[in-house]
């Protein structure tokens, strides 16, 4: 991981930044300004890990451009994908209430750049604006909602219902009338966040576009060409 003193190209970055991410994007102009002094710019190159489970939490940190995976190891040293933030995502939030340790890795999918704020600084900005606590607790109560959700289709749905189901919630995601959607992760980190494997997806996917449902479009690209019946598997 390297962080960057760039300061020429790093105030559009930093405003970026603040200006995207749902729990800075409600401030004032100026209160944004100061937010903007304490940011650190971080790049990452295609894989690199920007933390291991075990270390130090101790930074919020905010994906401006690119995705990062957060992923845990079984027993067996198997990934268990948790979730991909993408731009005006963040992680390390923890960080700012409690000392703790990071439970899971992250590591960049793409060549990414972040955006870090360091424990000591933004907790001193918790205290001047109180309604960034509230939009992180927001956020927490989202995540939370999520994973109760991932688990109960872990253990109660077919993995077709599961894969039938982040295909709709990705379509709903972008809004579009095209019907058109791109996965936001390789399908074998897919398979892992579904709880399946690459092989059991793929096949599931050929048998979505045998029956019309779907039509595949290269590695990622899909097109929904039956919603109802999707849901319906």
């Given amino acids: 991981m390297s962080t960057k003193q760039d300061h020429s190209c790093a105030h559009d970055t930093h405003r970026g930044c ?5 729990i800075f994007n409600h401030l004032e102009s100026e209160q944004m300004d100061e937010i903007m002094n304490e940011v650190q710019h971080v790049s990452l190159k295609k894989r690199e890990v920007l933390y291991h ?6 930074a919020l940190y ?12 079984t027993e067996e040293g198997k990934e268990q ?31 990414t750049e972040i ?17 960034i606590s509230l939009k992180i607790l927001t956020e927490f109560a989202n995540r939370l909602d999520t994973a109760e959700k991932q688990s109960t289709r872990f253990a109660a749905e077919k993995t077709e219902t599961r894969i039938a189901l ?3 919630e990705c379509l709903e995601r972008i809004n579009t009338d095209s019907g058109e959607i791109e996965l936001p992760m390789s399908k074998k980190d897919l398979a892992s966040y579904l709880g399946t494997t690459p092989e059991t997806l793929s096949r599931r996917l050929s048998q979505f576009e045998a029956e019309g449902y779907i039509k595949q479009k290269g590695q990622r690209k899909i097109i929904i060409n039956d919603l109802e019946g999707l849901l319906l598997v």
Avoid: N, W
């Fill in 62 to 73: 905010i994906i401006h451009r690119g995705k990062i995976k957060i992923y845990r190891l």
């Fill in 166 to 168: 982040f295909l709709a």
């Fill in 115 to 131: 955006c870090m704020i360091q424990r000591k600084d933004l907790q001193g900005l918790l205290s001047k604006y109180p309604t």
């Fill in 18 to 22: 603040v200006s995207i991410v749902p």
């Fill in 53 to 58: 489970a075990g270390d130090e939490s101790d």
């Fill in 81 to 111: 994908v948790i979730r991909v933030l993408q731009p005006g995502d963040f992680t390390g939030e923890l960080a700012l209430f409690q000392h703790s340790l990071h439970e899971a890795f992250a590591e960049a999918m793409d060549d």
